[in-house]
């Protein structure tokens, strides 16, 4: 209501930031194993909250959506490390119940987003993208101390082919969907362009890596049976999350007539759930294995 954004502007708030991960993710992990992850990682936090206050204090929706996609320059580049760091620092009978933790962790961040954000809206919306910033600071800080320098890959040639196909294929895809999404199947230009080149950039992304000496995702990996599986499974579970998360608080608030603040306190319970259960599969993966 601020900025005059109707729905289709909402939609794009939340895109834009997806829109950026999905094309520079694996740019993230690469230059993770070449710069050191716990370089990357810091950069990535700096970038994510000096894109955040370019959000809070957008004064149109187009710079918020802009903002977002500079936010999703610095997730692209600090969530590969995060996860990289612990496969380095921790030994493999542990690992899995690291990952456990560090998995809880983001799930008690998803019950507490909502419910924090829920407060903040009622103060002023532009606090749920200021807040990033005393966060990245610690982040910052805490990384600088505490985490360990990681090996860096020999400093070959990056597949910069690779990375342009997957650059303009991936968000091509999120955007072809978007578009979709929007009840706008009949129009070429912004639906089947994009989400057909998409998938086209893509397949040649793959007989791409298939060649190359050095490939950004070496697509070999999906010929294990437990990998592939593992990918599908992440990618179902992502896409029923992230989508309710965009679509549950519009449904509270819109339908129900709920507020903002009531709204993260209804949403907060499937974080706890994830938080109390996740340390617990990590421990049982190092007891039994991870195909339980």
């Known amino acids: 209501t601020d900025l005059d954004a109707g729905l289709a502007a909402l939609q794009w708030i939340a895109n834009g930031y997806l829109l950026s991960l999905a094309g520079l993710i694996l740019l993230g992990g690469a230059l993770g194993d070449r710069w050191g992850r716990r370089r990357v990682f810091e950069i990535g936090v700096v970038v ?73 809206i009622e103060w002023s919306w532009r606090w749920i993208f200021l807040i990033n910033v005393p966060v990245g600071a610690v982040a910052f800080l805490l990384g600088a101390r505490r985490l360990p320098r990681t090996p860096t890959e020999p400093a070959g040639r990056l597949d910069l082919p690779g990375l342009g ?10 955007y072809g969907l978007a578009e979709l999404g929007q009840g706008r199947g009949g129009d070429p230009q912004h639906v089947l362009l994009p989400l057909v080149g998409g998938l086209l950039l893509v397949a040649v992304f793959v007989r791409h890596a298939l060649r190359a000496e050095r490939p950004l995702l070496d697509v070999r990996l999906f010929a294990s049976g437990a990998f592939a599986a593992a990918a599908a499974a992440t990618f179902v579970l992502g ?54």
Do not use: K, Y
């Open 165 to 174: 196909l997957l650059a303009i294929g991936l968000p091509g895809i999120v």
């Open 48 to 120: 994510f909250a000096l894109a955040s206050v370019g959000c809070g204090l957008a004064p149109t929706w187009p710079v918020l959506v802009a903002a977002r996609v500079a936010q999703g320059v610095g997730g692209a580049l600090l969530t590969p490390g995060s996860l990289a760091i612990l496969q380095s620092v921790f030994a493999r009978e542990e690992r899995a119940r690291a990952i456990g933790v560090w998995s809880g962790a983001a799930s008690i961040a998803t019950a507490l987003g909502p419910l924090v954000g829920g407060l903040l």
């Open 239 to 292: 896409a029923v999350l992230f989508g309710a998360m965009l679509l549950v608080p519009l449904f509270f608030q819109t339908v129900h007539g709920e507020s903002a603040a009531m709204t993260g306190l209804l949403i907060a319970p499937q974080g706890v759930g994830a938080a109390l259960a996740m340390p617990v599969s990590g421990a049982l993966a190092d007891r039994f294995g991870g195909g339980i």
